[in-house]
């Protein structure tokens, strides 16, 4: 099935501990992105790669980093997890394009649960 | 100001009869507009863009869309209650591959 996925679909951890969420794509996409849901509902973008390259970077805390090996996969480390990161974290790809033109197909979304 | 605002609802609308959702954004200089749809617990899935002034059907979908006003809507014709779902608003603000979501408007089709 051509799609994206993330692994693992939830996450349960402990204040303090780091965990990584792995994202892959098969679409053929050369931009992914990492989405935060908080419990309002509200998606704002955390990072995004075009290529294996970073080309945004939003107000992100520094424990984030997010990895792409390569066009196909984004990964996202956590450092020193708070409670506020409690979260779904959603992966996204979108196909190369004009400029502005850039429909998103999302992951599954990993739900994580900060203790 | 936020960027992009969206009534969060609920929407509720008798099944049958036309729902309609309203977005307006901030940046004139925007380019794409889309609207996801996303059902609780899942993820977000593309169900229209649009690019330019006017409308754009697709089924029982129709964007429209008026640049001047700052304004874009999703019309839903013959509303059924599984498309009770959140509603989640989309501009490409000019930034390269980097679209802002609306906070979303959750409709409820009753049957």
């Known amino acids: 099935d051509t799609a994206v996925s993330q692994t693992p679909k939830y996450l349960v951890t402990q204040m303090g501990n780091d965990k990584s969420i792995k994202c892959e794509q098969n679409?053929?996409?050369?931009?992914m992105y990492w989405y935060k849901q908080d419990s309002k509902k509200f998606l704002k973008i955390m990072f995004s790669?075009?290529?294996?390259?970073?080309?945004i970077n939003e107000t992100v805390p520094n424990r984030f980093s997010p990895k792409s090996p390569d066009k196909a996969h984004l990964n996202l480390h956590i450092n020193s997890l708070e409670l506020g990161d409690s979260a779904v974290y959603f992966c996204?790809?979108?196909?190369?394009?004009?400029?502005?033109?850039?429909?998103?197909?999302f992951g599954p979304g990993t739900r994580l649960t900060v203790l | 100001q936020k960027e992009v605002e969206q009534n969060s609802g609920p929407l509720s609308v008798p099944e049958g009869a036309i729902a309609s959702l309203n977005c307006t954004y901030s940046?004139?200089?925007?380019?794409?507009f889309f609207w996801y749809r996303q059902y609780s617990g899942k993820s977000p899935e593309l169900i229209m863009s649009?690019?330019?002034?006017g409308d754009k059907e697709d089924g029982r979908f129709t964007a429209q869309l008026n640049k001047a006003s700052q304004y874009v809507s999703l019309l839903i014709r013959d509303s059924q209650p599984s498309d009770s779902a959140t509603y989640l608003c989309?501009?490409?603000?000019?930034?390269?591959?980097?679209?802002?979501f609306g906070t979303g408007t959750k409709l409820q089709v009753i049957p």
């Open positions: 996204a790809s979108s196909p190369p394009g004009l400029a502005g033109i850039n429909e998103q197909f």
């Open positions: 679409l053929g996409h050369d931009t």
């Open positions: 790669y075009n290529n294996k390259e970073l080309i």
């Open positions: 940046d004139r200089g925007s380019q794409s």
């Open positions: 649009i690019y330019s002034n």
């Open positions: 989309a501009v490409n603000s000019g930034g390269y591959q980097k679209v802002t």
